[in-house]
């Protein structure tokens, strides 16, 4: 409190409005393979078309259900979170784009001044053979009396890229005292007043020129001059440089075969490609292609004009991408440049990151080194496709092992460990691996956070087989499940997916996950995920085994508890059973009352942070009782819970508690309970009996 010294009205705000917190009720978080998109990390996916965009479409070589049960699971939620697993052998798509230089041509300054006229006549044709200027070729002209130096009037004729941007005219320069680019002379011997350049690489492209002087000179490929031409025309080619040793290498942002270009049964186009044009002076463009159609574009440059280096424009990792879809680094040889900085001003005279500086292509037919870059270099024009992408999917132990991932990376299901995800219910869809299986029960044990969704493996014949299974009897699974943070459902399902044009046979993990999250959408996280109102799937066609009164009977009572999926030959095929996997008959074995568990601890959580470190006394007893009073009451008034009450006094603040710095508040609630059996007792009287 602040000290009053002297007269005066005084407000001070004190914020002590407080309520419980609002979070979502199911968040469902699905671990599984993918084509495409990150890697071990829990992506947000609000819908099917986020899903397919970020993941790409099911396929039938993918182990697993995580993407079919993602699009599930989306159609009652628009909340999930989706980890991609994958193996070492998990590959990105590339494409090795080819380098070439520009056609150059060095410019004398020997036979121009600023009071002698110069006409030069240009045509520039590009690597397929296509001329700039298909009519005519352009002129340029150089005025009498201009007041700048011989390099000045030259650029100022030409320009610095050149009419349509089709070529371009480059002066060394230096820095002076004050901070400004001076230009300087590139070959003091000669007098050359600097090069003229072709916008386009390639062995292909040309640079021709004309002129009322000869004011050409040649130069070998180390930049030395070797002589005076004395004509005034003159032809120039660039280079293309070996794409074995010298290439611009994109990849994918991640692997996968979602990125590897090829066509769907349909004749439409899938994966993506880069397309490179060039446009003037040091510039070119490329544009990442995705399913066919352009997705994004990128201006950059072999220089750092106008912060357009090529590495400061499309993202060389994961890391801050620009690009959604690719990465991409120079590769020399065979090795990559991971900080390619040396090339920052390629026209810098002395050796660049590929080895010699050099002009390329000058007239004379000099023969020019292939593994040399040019001073001049750019990406040559075309389209080129990605490909030799890989899931990261193998052999069952490594699959596994990538499902399970590193609790000290966050890898695998250990990307849902992470309170801010809120993740509230999650599965491994189509695995039943136990080690898999055990794993994720073990992950909700020990953070309380989420229930795990299993099933018994495809195939099983009988209910005893799947109570077996259960229970550690069987070849496929050798120890129980026991844990009121699991759930298991049984049998599997046929339904119809739209991307194999079939009915294929359906993870039941992946309805029960479904409904769930279908009921805390349509009525509340503890009304039960079961029956003909909110346990009815309306999408499968049929049930892998038809389940009898008595099979349903042996499935849910007896000491087991797997949830049985039903098809009723009027109402369709329903889940009919919530319970947990817990054997020990305590409100817990219930579905409604884990996930209501779940909630009110999260909510809590979330709701009394604040308090953290304030007097730990009656007053902030007080104002945590309220706290949980009303995150109660409304459960209680939306029948989620039947009474409660809330301790947070002396009796639990003991002094012991106090001085280890701990406040102890005892919430006790009765949850409302699902009817699962409903019993009408006829009673038959006789005429002479009394109805009462």
Not at 566 to 580: E, L
Not at 583 to 593: E, G, K, S, Y
């Amino acid at each position: 409190m602040v000290s009053i010294l002297s007269p005066g009205v005084y407000v001070f705000e004190k914020d002590e409005s407080n309520y419980p917190v609002a979070i979502s009720p199911a968040t469902v978080g699905i671990v599984g393979f993918a084509t495409k998109g990150p890697v071990n990390k829990a992506t947000l996916i609000t819908d099917g078309n986020n899903l397919v965009k970020t993941f790409g479409n099911p396929t039938a070589s993918l182990p697993g259900q995580g993407l079919e049960g993602a699009l599930e699971i989306l159609e009652t939620t628009d909340i999930m979170y989706f980890v991609r697993a994958a193996t070492s052998d998990a590959i990105e798509a590339s494409a090795a784009v080819s380098v070439g230089a520009c056609p150059a041509i060095a410019v004398s300054g020997n036979s121009y001044g600023v009071n002698n006229e110069l006409t030069i006549l240009a045509q520039v044709v590009d690597n397929n053979g296509v001329s700039a200027f298909p009519t005519a070729w352009k002129q340029f002209n150089l005025t009498k009396n201009m007041a700048l130096t011989q390099q000045i009037a030259l650029a100022k004729a030409i320009g610095t890229e050149g009419d349509d941007l089709k070529l371009f005219v480059q002066f060394p320069y230096t820095i002076n005292e004050f901070g400004q680019n001076v230009p300087t002379s590139l070959f003091p011997a000669s007098g050359d007043a600097g090069i003229i350049v072709g916008s386009f690489p390639g062995q292909n492209a040309k640079l021709m020129l004309s002129a009322n002087a000869p004011i050409f000179n040649a130069l070998d490929i180390s930049g030395n001059l070797i002589g005076s031409v004395a004509t005034d025309n003159v032809t120039a080619s660039g280079i293309s440089l070996q794409t074995s040793s010298v290439k611009y290498l994109v990849k994918s942002l991640y692997p996968g075969t979602g990125y590897n270009i090829g066509t769907n049964d349909d004749g439409s186009i899938r994966g993506n490609s880069v397309e490179v044009k060039a446009v003037g002076g040091d510039n070119f463009t490329v544009t990442v292609n995705d399913a066919g159609a352009s997705y994004e574009t990128f201006k950059a440059s072999f220089t750092n004009n106008n912060n357009l280096f090529f590495t400061n424009v499309i993202n060389v990792s994961e890391t801050s991408p620009t690009s959604e879809i690719i990465k991409a680094v120079p590769y020399y040889e065979t090795s990559s440049f991971s900080a390619p900085t040396a090339l920052a001003n390629f026209w810098d005279p002395l050796p660049g990151m590929f080895g010699k500086t050099v002009v390329s292509g000058v007239q004379g037919g000099l023969a020019v080194d292939p593994l040399a870059s040019p001073r001049f270099a750019k990406l040559i024009p075309a389209t080129y496709n990605l490909s030799g992408g890989n899931d990261g999917t193998g052999d069952a132990a490594s699959e596994k092992a990538a499902l399970i991932g590193d609790a000290s990376l966050r890898e695998g299901m250990y990307a849902l460990d992470d309170d801010i995800l809120n993740i509230s219910i999650a599965l491994v869809p189509g695995y039943h691996d136990q080690a898999v299986q055990n794993a994720l029960i073990t992950l909700a044990e020990e953070t309380t956070d989420f229930l795990a969704v299993v099933s018994p493996p495809q195939g099983l014949d009988t209910a005893q087989e799947a109570i077996d299974w259960s229970n550690g009897f069987s070849d496929l699974r050798t120890g129980a499940i026991n844990s009121s943070y699991a759930a298991i459902y049984w049998p599997h399902v046929k339904t119809f997916v739209p991307t194999f044009g079939a009915d294929i046979t359906m993870d039941p993990a992946i309805y029960g996950a479904r409904q769930m999250a279908y009921t805390a959408s349509v009525s509340e996280l503890w009304f039960a995920p079961a029956g003909f109102i909110r346990g009815r799937l309306t999408k499968p066609t049929d049930v892998e085994v038809r389940l009898s009164k008595g099979d349903r009977d042996s499935l849910y009572s007896g000491g087991n508890a797997i949830n049985p999926i039903v098809n009723f030959p009027q109402q369709g095929i329903t889940i009919f059973g919530q319970r947990t996997a817990q054997r020990t008959p305590t409100a817990l074995d219930r579905i409604n009352v884990r996930l209501l568990a779940i909630y009110i601890k999260k909510v809590l959580l979330r709701s009394v942070t604040s308090y953290l470190f304030e007097p730990n006394d009656p007053i902030l007893w007080e104002r945590i009782k309220e706290t949980a009073d009303g995150l109660l009451a409304d459960i209680q008034n939306r029948r989620g819970i039947t009474e409660y009450s809330v301790i947070c006094d002396a009796t639990t603040n003991t002094p012991v508690r106090v001085d280890r710095n701990e406040l102890w508040c005892k919430v006790v609630i009765r949850p409302t309970k699902t009817a699962e059996a409903i019993v009408f007792e006829l009673n038959l009287i006789s005429q002479s009996g009394t109805i009462s």
